[in-house]
């Protein structure tokens, strides 16, 4: 039987999360992204909407290659705000100076991919779904 743990950063999302039907193998665990998966090795790590709030993606991508079985993936669900228009990323810090948007990395999706690829991924898969471009999915192998 396989084991999920979940993991967020904040109380409120786990007690939401806690309060829908789960299997009883899903875990909930409030933990730092960059430490959400240090008590593998796992088979996956899923981060969905986490690689551009993350201090630094780089050194978070690489401690999830070394939590990951060989063979293991990293699917991966990244806002890419660095390829939107100038408009929007100009709205960013405003938003921000009002609670209405985190600290996020501007990545790329090339600069996000190169990333993946340094911390020694194979990405197998890359798409968009919807209507925003910007969020972008990647399935990756640890090699």
């Known amino acids: 039987m396989a084991l999920w743990r979940a993991t967020d950063f904040s109380a409120e999302m786990l007690r939401i999360a806690r309060g829908r039907q789960a299997p ?3 875990e909930f665990r409030l933990t730092e992204a960059d430490s959400a998966f240090d008590a ?3 088979d996956a790590v899923c981060a969905f909407h986490v ?3 993350v201090e630094d993606t780089e050194a978070t991508l690489r401690r999830i290659h070394a939590h990951l079985r060989p063979g293991g993936l990293l699917i991966s669900k990244t806002y890419c ?3 939107m ?5 100009l709205m960013f810090p405003l938003l921000r100076a009002f609670g209405m ?3 996020a990395a501007s990545l ?4 996000l991919r190169r990333a993946i690829l340094d911390a020694g991924f194979g990405i197998e898969q890359q798409r968009s779904f919807g209507r925003n471009l910007h969020s972008r999915y990647i399935v990756a192998r640890r090699l």
Not at 85 to 89: E, H, N, S, T, Y
């Open 81 to 83: 705000f660095g390829d």
């Open 108 to 111: 790329t999706l090339d600069r």
């Open 51 to 53: 690689l551009h709030l």
């Open 40 to 42: 593998g090795p796992w």
């Open 24 to 26: 009883p193998t899903v």
């Open 85 to 89: 228009g100038l408009g929007l990323r």
């Open 101 to 103: 948007f985190p600290p």
